[in-house]
């Protein structure tokens, strides 16, 4: 820290100088800093030094062109670091409250009754606990009837209303995105099964559920909503939003708790958005992100072709007719140059 209070009198004293004087030390410094890194190509930088470089970033546009030391890649790895440190931080627990064990034979035990009293809750479970001499709380029976094993049954006639219905459904969900001041933005966004089309995304700090309700009527204007909607437990989605989807004329499904394969299209959409967008960029702000997310999905319909649509993409992009191995192809860059289009040069 006390190396970046010295550099403030140096920048200061530089306003004074002329253009040519300011171009020739540019020179000796970059020469300099070329021979040390040469003879030095991993040094160790410290905490002050990736604060700095983090900051830069946001007031200056150009700063990969001067980053020699380490790669930008790095220092947006060290902004995620930092967000996790700094949630983690604010998310502490202040007070160490601990519990009991549960022994394996009374976590076999329940899972036993689960299985055999398919239609019994935490309440009537916990009963019989009792009954039997058991010191656990009920919320201890619920917390282990969620890992009970399942039967698999359900899980096969869910995939199978998913395949017969997929030209008829749509699903809605939301994902976070931290931004270069440690606060976070919610995406929302509406997804059909049938084409992976996005038909509505948004970006908001509060998602209430009037929120989510409008979001809803821009999605479904006139007579053009689907038959089923697919969405999760969050707290967004309550009796408001519910009740927005009937008067669409639209059949509600809810997905059971902690199953987030039941809405795998939606949780395959938020998974692409990261890898191919969000881990390699720091966001600033909301139009900052609405910006760059309306680029990856025009990208998403018109250019990148889906394993689900047997490799086409949302949009119906055409394949070439010609088989020409030796015939010019074209690249043109995507998302800043993180991805490429390749067509046939005309």
């Known amino acids: 820290m006390l ?26 410094l970059r020469q300099q800093l070329a021979v040390l890194t040469r003879l030095h190509p991993h040094p160790r930088l410290t905490v002050p030094d990736r604060l700095f470089w983090i900051g830069l970033r946001r007031f200056w546009t150009g700063w990969k062109q001067s980053l020699l030391i380490v790669q930008p890649e790095t220092v947006v790895r060290w902004h995620r670091a ?14 160490c409250v601990g519990r009991r064990p549960t022994s394996r034979e009374l976590r076999a035990l329940i899972f036993r009754m689960v299985a055999e009293n398919p239609a019994w809750g935490a309440p009537r479970i916990h009963g019989e606990l009792k009954m039997l001499g058991f010191d656990i709380s009920e919320r201890t029976v619920l917390r282990w009837m969620r890992k009970a094993p399942r039967n698999p049954e359900p899980a096969k006639q869910w995939a199978a209303f998913l395949s017969n219905h997929r030209e008829a459904i749509a699903a809605m969900d939301f994902f976070t995105v931290p931004t270069l001041t440690f606060g976070v933005l919610y995406c929302f966004f ?35 909503a689907p038959r089923h909607l697919i969405f999760d437990r969050g ?15 639209i059949q509600p499904k809810r997905t059971c708790l902690r199953s987030p394969w039941q809405n795998g299209i939606a949780e395959r959409f938020v998974g692409s ?69 390749y067509d046939p040069a005309a």
């Open 3 to 28: 190396r970046l209070l010295r550099l403030l009198p140096a920048l200061a004293a530089r306003f004074f100088r002329s253009r040519r004087n300011l171009l020739l030390e540019n020179l000796a």
């Open 82 to 95: 930092g967000f996790k440190v700094y949630w983690k931080w604010i998310s502490r627990k202040r007070t």
């Open 190 to 224: 509406v997804i059909t099964h049938d084409r992976r089309r996005i038909l509505q995304f948004n970006v908001t700090r509060h998602p209430t559920s009037a929120w989510v309700s409008q979001q809803l009527r821009e999605t479904f204007p006139y007579d053009s």
């Open 235 to 249: 707290a967004n989605f309550n009796d408001e939003v519910v009740g927005t989807i009937k008067s669409f004329g």
């Open 273 to 341: 958005c990261r890898r191919d967008l969000l881990d390699h960029v720091i966001v600033l702000n909301e139009r900052h992100l609405m910006r760059l997310m309306s680029e990856y999905i025009r990208y998403y319909h018109d250019d990148r072709t889906h394993l689900g649509l047997g490799k086409q993409t949302p949009a119906g992009r055409r394949a070439a007719v010609e088989k020409d191995p030796g015939r010019k192809v074209v690249s043109m860059p995507r998302l800043g140059g993180m991805h490429h289009r």
